[in-house]
């Protein structure tokens, strides 16, 4: 069901400080808290003692005082303190503590063998903390599987449909898919010379009302961390001189129907204004929140406890990338165990793309 040799995000950087903060990640009750130095820990958040919840507790220093009978465990998952008579701590009396990596303002965890636990393989988010883009961000919860998530998002064809009067744009529906593969990394991408831009866009880009050229690729990798560049530009004219951003879409099952989705806007433009960022906010609120996810659950509602495969749909040319984004995760999880996993990439896609930004857009994919 779920790929554990893999990293996972648990939280933004932001949401983490001297507070106990609860996550379930892929069924497992996760606690998360930063120690007096400002390092984040990630450990279970059941107690073995009588199962109460630890973030029912409380944080004195570095350790995790239990609020049911004050157990209190430290950063590395073990017992230190049994406040009882006997004071006697039991070898099991401990939780399991995991890997964490806190990079691009993320906390990233491995749920798998911590051996395996390889930060290479942690996909380049890198535009979330780049001083030449402004971010901002934030994580919905959605009662749906990651999985149909992810078709969402690498199938941006439904914006003429799901986003009507937002992000439609019918250039987006009639461009051609250019799909690539690069071990597990998967690239779903959209170039659409020649069209109207969608009324967000159109506002976003000082209410020009001229024909432009718009751009949407997407990465995935497994499990589901997927990156976004898009944009529009003048007819025939280069990035620079139009308006583009990265788009964060990091999807971490909460369990097998509902998905924690860690969303992040960075752009290139007017990176001082406030305005632009309730701008940005606004619109992804209306988009997700008021569009994408009433439609994705009912979706899930729809399926019951009946997955993708089990219902065997009638593709279409523009589900390609979806669906080679499915097959390389279940082969992922099938695979789990045999040393295999998720791939470091040679090449961070972010300069590469950077490389591209004096240049008109090129027709073929950005890999």
Known sequence: MFLKDAWYVAAWSRELGRNLTSRTICEQPILLYR???????????????????????????????????????????????????????????????????????????????????????????????DP?????????????????????VLDLTHAE????????SEAITISKLQTHQAGTTIWSNRWCPTGDASPAWKLAFDNYDK?????????????????????????????????????????TPKDAFTTYYFWGFARNYRIDDLAVDEFWRASIEAAFEGQDKPIIEAQQQMMGQRTVDDL????????????????????????????????????????????NAESRLPVEPVV
Not at 161 to 168: A, D, K, M, R
Not at 237 to 251: A, H, Q
């Open 211 to 251: 024909p432009v050229d718009q751009w949407l690729y997407m990465r995935w990798d497994a499990p589901a961390h997927l990156l976004l560049d898009v944009g529009l530009t003048p007819v025939g004219k280069s990035r620079r001189e139009g308006i583009w951003l990265y788009g964060t879409d990091i999807l």
């Open 161 to 168: 449909f799901v986003h009507e009067g937002l992000l439609s």
């Open 312 to 355: 065997g749909p009638v593709m279409i040319a523009a589900d390609s990338a979806a669906t080679r984004a499915r097959r390389t995760l279940h082969k992922l999880i099938q695979e789990q165990g045999q040393g295999t996993g998720p791939r470091p990439q040679a090449e961070a896609p972010l300069e590469l793309l950077r490389r």
């Open 35 to 129: 120690k007096e130095n400002g390092g984040a820990v990630a450990m279970g958040n059941m107690c073995p003692h009588r199962f109460a919840p630890l973030d029912r507790g409380k944080l004195i220093a570095d350790t995790v005082q239990c609020g049911y009978h004050g157990l209190r465990f430290g950063p590395d998952g073990k017992c230190s303190l049994n406040p009882h008579a006997d004071r006697i701590v039991p070898a099991k009396m401990k939780v399991r503590s995991y890997p964490l990596i806190e990079r691009h303002d993320m906390i990233w965890i491995w749920l798998g063998d911590s051996q395996k636990a390889d930060p290479s393989t942690i996909p380049d988010f890198s535009c979330n903390t």
């Open 132 to 152: 030449r883009f402004r971010r901002i961000d934030g994580v919905f919860e959605v009662k749906a599987n990651y999985e149909l998530v992810t078709d969402n």
